[in-house]
């Protein structure tokens, strides 16, 4: 699902569910979302199939898991 | 009576004030008595709380009965060492037996917890009294401290500011004399910020050190249990308690004196008179002697992607059932923020532990051949009640964004991190400095940390 394709799917359950207030924290997220997968370690997220960028293991010591 | 009764060393209301290293020579001979202390703290705490609003619960009757078997226990020669006998606070999103874990909310229920946390369990058993405990953001869900069932907690030296969260309560009673250590709870920042605008200091350790069983989580794999006091060894003292339960070692002067500065990122969205004051602070290390080299930290600029993806996801199902089953109990804003994470996709969460990793391995890098990174804690000056947005370096930016600018990141790598006070604006607004050190190895950051709060003490008169 693309970026746009989520965000307008969302507002349209917000305002389903009347929580309208919650479309500019959408638009918020929608620029965190356009972000994340734009990071240059991520450049693989939005593109064609391809080798996957590696997806974290276990933390080898356990601090952040 | 406060101000003018004397015993021991002092005024009562001068005891209020002093840290807790240089009270416990006093408590230990008897010149002070405990329940004296805690007669004094109460009293602080009639006279300041109505304007201040720190506390959900004073536990004022417990803490005298407390304070009597102290009295008894160390007369009796079973004195347990530097918080015997000391007043302490406890953020209400922390389980102490006997009394509600509001997590400052209308959602959760009134009923008394059956135990204390093991961090609270601790600081018993080291002997510190238990005088309350304290307001805080809903659920830990925000940097102001507004959002609460109990009203919002005010700033100490401005009433109409916000101390920070959003452990505000908890820095509140500290800065104010109110107690004279607490424990607060950092997911994005919320030890380290009320730390800086209240001029305390503020301790995240290494993520997983202290046990954040029987306390309310937020974001699971963020969450981090933590002290605040009124300078680094105090704090140290607390989070030894904490940890272990054993008595402090004696500061180990660090033999290299390296901190890396990242200056990109961190120091582009400040506040000018936040700037200044750490500006002049880092140039108060290199007076003494310190190598403070600038040290870029990579990827850092995608910090706020990662940790909103991480934290709205892990809010929003820990929050799960409360949202369907009294989703309108919840604070308006943090109900909205929680319905947000029920919005990000697997795939993006999947992306942003990625990105996690990646961050972890930037700080391990910056902190290559150096003691600790120095950076500001929080980008702006305590921000006034109400605002939803402040101006800051010629931009407008959201509170929320802007107080956890700095902070959030450590939270996802996991690495230490303290905030110790470095100066003041115009107005007398506390700014603080962050230090961070190398996962595990919490005590080494504390030793940077004593250090630098020594060369920079006359910043603060």
């Known amino acids: 699902m693309t970026n746009d394709e989520w965000l307008v799917a969302a507002k349209a359950d917000a305002d389903r569910r009347q929580l309208h207030e919650l479309k500019p924290l959408l638009d918020a997220l929608a620029t965190a979302t356009r972000a994340l997968r734009g990071a240059v370690w991520n450049r693989h997220a939005d593109g064609p199939p391809g080798p996957a960028t590696a997806l974290p293991g276990p933390d080898a010591d356990g601090a952040a898991s | 009576m406060t101000a003018t009764t004397t015993a021991g060393r002092g005024t009562r209301a001068d005891w209020c004030q002093r840290p807790i290293h240089r009270l416990g020579s006093a408590i230990e001979s008897g010149e002070i008595t405990v329940t004296a202390l805690v007669d004094a703290t109460l009293d602080r705490i009639a006279e300041l709380e109505p304007s201040l609003n720190a506390f959900t619960t004073v536990l004022a009757d417990r803490a005298r009965r407390d304070a009597e078997q102290a009295d008894l226990d160390i007369a009796a020669g079973r004195y347990r060492g530097p ?67 109990f009203g919002p907690t005010r700033h100490p030296l401005d009433r109409d500011r916000s101390p920070g969260g959003s452990s505000s309560g908890s820095a509140v009673s500290v800065a104010s004399g109110m107690a004279f250590a607490t424990v607060g709870t950092d997911t994005g920042g919320s030890i380290r910020i009320p730390a800086a605008a209240c001029g305390l200091v503020g301790l995240k350790p290494t993520f997983g050190e202290l046990s954040c069983e029987g306390t309310l989580p937020l974001a699971p794999s963020l969450d981090h249990v933590g002290p605040l006091a009124r300078c680094v060894r105090d704090t140290r003292l607390v989070y030894h308690a904490m940890r272990d339960g054993a008595t402090a070692p004696l500061s180990d002067t660090p033999s290299r004196r390296r901190l890396g500065c990242p200056r990109p990122y961190f120091f582009e969205q400040l506040d000018d008179e936040v700037r200044t004051v750490c500006e002049r602070a880092l140039t108060r290390l290199q007076d003494a002697a310190w190598t403070v080299d600038d040290t870029p930290l990579q990827h850092a600029g995608d910090t706020a992607a990662i940790c909103l993806h991480l934290i709205l996801s892990e809010a929003a199902a820990v929050h799960a059932r409360g949202l369907e089953r009294c989703a309108e109990t919840y604070t ?29 391995d930037a700080v391990d890098a910056a902190l290559e051949g150096r003691d600790a990174l120095v950076l500001p804690t929080l980008a702006i000056p305590a921000p006034p009640l109400g605002a939803s947005t402040v101006a800051v370096d010629g931009t407008t930016e959201p509170v929320r964004g802007i107080m956890l600018r700095l902070t959030q990141l450590f939270n996802a790598t996991g690495h230490p991190a303290v905030s110790i006070p470095c100066g003041h604006t115009a107005a007398g607004l506390p700014c603080g400095l962050q230090l961070v050190g190398r996962r595990h190895q919490t005590d080494q950051l504390l030793d940077v940390a004593e250090a630098c709060e020594a060369v920079l003490a006359d910043l603060l008169a």
Do not use: W
């Open chain 2, 332 to 360: 308006r804003s943090v109900r909205l923020r929680l319905e947000l994470g029920r919005y990000v996709l697997a795939e993006d969460y999947a992306r942003a532990q990625h990105g996690r990793d990646v961050l972890r």
């Open chain 2, 83 to 149: 918080l015997h006998g000391v007043p302490v606070s406890i953020k209400d999103l922390i389980d102490v037996a006997g009394a509600a874990t509001t997590a400052a909310s209308r959602v959760t229920g009134r009923a008394p917890a059956g135990a204390d946390a093991p961090v609270v369990a601790r600081l018993r058993a080291a002997g510190a009294i238990l005088i309350g405990k304290c307001n805080l953001h809903e659920f830990a869900f925000g940097t102001t401290g507004e959002d609460s069932a």
